[in-house]
């Protein structure tokens, strides 16, 4: 059975392509016609130059080679939907002065327009065989064709693998910014300027030549008169071209702040220089030589403790009683003495207290007495140890 449906080179197609692979010019493909072949289906001759009933023609959207079929070239054009009216049963693409190079015819299609109620955007592609697609190139402009869904998607899908492969170079590259200086030590060429730091700014701020020709004019100014002039300073130092080696030296030899004196060659006259009397290099403690501090110094509320060991205590009684026993504010450690008494307040001749020297009422924790009298105050005194 015969190809009802086929397209094919017209004559002056199959020219220009010959005289294409000669003289090594490809053969510039633009545009894509569509006709309804006078209402009824043509049948497609190399002689034509033009379509039969040509209904519209507008530039490619796109020409390629068939992936599938290298020796295949496809053209497609895309209609919109504002367009239509008419039915679709031939096909021709023209190269760029005009002429007819291809013919076909295809299934009888219509494309509706949208006044008529219908509209769709259709996508024609014409498949043209040759020997050489070297020889055929596709010339388009891109402000007036349409492009279809998967034309899109293509071209994102190529330029995301381009972006991608392009920044993995980049991010993988040891400088990918060579026409930066970089942050960490970069080294300036030309005449770099900085803004200059207020005065007195003593940051990690850069300084810039304003800002030392300020500090230097500042420093020169707040000298005194003998000494703001070069001249003067040199004069001041001895005009010793090794000034620093010479404070250097001098520097090595002083103490070490350290060593807290342990660098003191002879430390006995050191000590004899500053005027220090025997006392001032005695240690502080409880034994022979030593002075004792504030801790040997026990007190309480009624007792005192000398760094010797005497315990002083003391109080003030108040009563009626004609007898009673008084408790030391602490026990004495090892003995107690001898309590002194010693009447107070607005006691009378009459009134009278004794301490009852007995030792089973005098102990190292109390003491009684007796008294005459109606009433009695005094104040008592012991030393013990």
């Not at 009933?53 to 496809?74: C, H, T």
């Not at 009683?321 to 001898?338: D, E, K, L, Y």
Request: charged share 15%.
């Amino acid at each position: 059975m015969s190809a009802k449906f086929y397209t094919l080179l017209t004559d002056i197609g199959a020219a220009k392509l010959a005289s294409a692979a000669a003289l090594g010019v490809p053969l510039k493909i633009t545009q894509m016609a569509v006709g309804d072949g006078g209402g009824v289906l043509p049948t497609p001759s190399a002689q034509q130059t033009a379509l039969v009933a040509e209904k519209r023609r507008a530039s490619l959207n796109m020409l390629y080679i068939d992936p599938q079929n290298s020796s295949q070239i496809i053209a497609e054009q895309v209609i919109p939907e504002t367009e239509g009216g008419w039915w679709i049963r031939e096909v021709g693409l023209f190269d760029e002065t005009g002429a007819l190079i291809a013919v076909g015819n295809c299934p009888e299609s219509y494309k509706p327009q949208l006044a008529e109620g219908s509209g769709r955007t259709q996508t024609v592609r014409m498949v043209l065989i040759t020997s050489s697609t070297d020889n055929i190139t596709l010339k388009i402009d891109p402000a007036v064709v349409l492009a279809t869904r998967k034309y899109v998607d293509d071209k994102v899908l190529e330029l995301k693998v381009y972006v991608d492969d392009l920044m993995a170079k980049h991010v993988a590259a040891n400088d990918p910014h060579t026409q930066y200086a970089p942050k960490a030590s970069p080294t300036f060429t030309g005449t770099p300027k900085a803004p200059t730091a207020a005065a007195g700014n003593n940051s990690t701020q850069l300084a810039n030549t304003a800002f030392v020709q300020a500090a230097i004019a500042a420093l020169v100014a707040s000298s005194p008169a003998a000494l703001d002039t070069l001249n003067e300073l040199a004069e001041a130092l001895g005009n010793d071209p090794n000034f620093a080696t010479t404070m250097t030296n001098a520097l090595a030899g002083k103490m070490d702040k350290a060593a807290n004196g342990k660098d003191i060659a002879d430390v006995s006259e050191f000590l004899k220089n500053l005027g220090l009397g025997e006392i001032a290099k005695r240690d502080v403690g409880t034994g022979a030589n030593q002075i004792p501090d504030m801790s040997s110094f026990g007190a309480g509320s009624g007792w005192c403790q000398l760094p010797n060991g005497k315990l002083l205590q003391w109080g003030v009684y108040t009563g009626t009683a004609a007898s009673a026993t008084i408790n030391f504010p602490i026990p004495f450690p090892t003995t107690q003495g001898r309590v002194i008494l010693s009447l107070s307040g607005t006691a009378t001749n009459t009134d009278t207290a004794y301490i009852i020297q007995d030792d089973n009422l005098l102990s190292r924790t109390s003491f009684s007495f007796r008294r005459t009298g109606s009433q009695v105050r005094f104040n008592w005194f012991c030393i013990g140890e």
